[in-house]
């Protein structure tokens, strides 16, 4: 299946650093979202950027896309214990195909107090 | 309190056994999906339905059953033929992009 892959597969940092994810995908998107995870629980939408869109900030998250690469990425800024999650990219793919969104595997996110 | 609500938050079944798995969502949203995650990877599509009466197969469908006789409703049947039944089921509902998870369904067969 058409999925993207986010980069690193985890990420450990202290408690106000900033954590840096990134996000690969295949073919041309209408939209990229990024989802939160917490153990065990299910998946909240954090942002949604357009494929006509660069960047977009909503509080702490700032999100960049580039097409011509196919990448995104997800900043947490000043990071907090409660950001400890898994982080996923989903893309809904243009052209066609499966109306759901193509989920990568995620990046595990470990704020050190 | 709107939401979308799945139960129960465990189930476990012996080999063989069907089992359905509910989904409801009161956020009066046509499009409703049911996600397959296994540990330590991303979901994948097992069906989805755009409007009640209709649904269409997704990734993974085989061995997975659905019906949406009910905008509200959207039961998932793991039948006996899925090989691997055993993983984290997430249902969401939809009006556009953005989607609406609810907790999940972990279903252990043993």
């Known amino acids: 299946s058409q999925q993207g892959e986010e980069d690193p597969q985890a990420l450990s940092i202290q408690e106000g650093e900033n954590a840096t994810m990134n996000c690969s995908y295949k073919t041309s998107i209408n939209n990229l979202q990024w989802y939160r995870q917490n153990s065990g629980r299910g998946l909240v939408h954090l942002i949604l950027?357009?494929?006509?869109?660069r960047e977009k900030h909503s509080g702490r998250l700032r999100v960049t896309l580039d097409t011509s690469k196919k990448s995104s990425s997800l900043l947490i800024t000043a990071s907090r214990a409660a950001d400890t999650a898994s982080y996923f990219c989903a893309t809904r793919y243009s052209g066609g195909g499966a109306d759901g969104l193509t989920f990568g595997k995620g990046t595990h996110l470990i704020i050190q107090p | 309190d709107g939401g979308i609500t799945q139960s129960p938050k465990y189930l476990f079944r012996k080999e063989g056994q069907n089992v359905t798995l509910s989904c409801e969502q009161n956020l009066n949203h046509d499009a409703m999906y049911w996600y397959r995650q296994d540990p330590g990877q991303g979901l994948r599509l097992i069906y989805y339905?755009?409007?009640?009466?209709?649904?269409q197969k997704g990734d993974i469908a085989e061995g997975y059953s659905v019906s949406r006789e009910k905008k509200e409703s959207f039961p998932l049947t793991v039948t006996s033929a899925q090989k691997n039944p055993t993983a984290f089921y997430l249902c969401a509902s939809s009006t556009g992009n953005e989607q609406y998870f609810g907790p999940g369904t972990r279903l252990t067969v043993t």
């Open positions: 339905s755009q409007i009640v009466n209709d649904f």
């Open positions: 950027i357009r494929s006509n869109e």
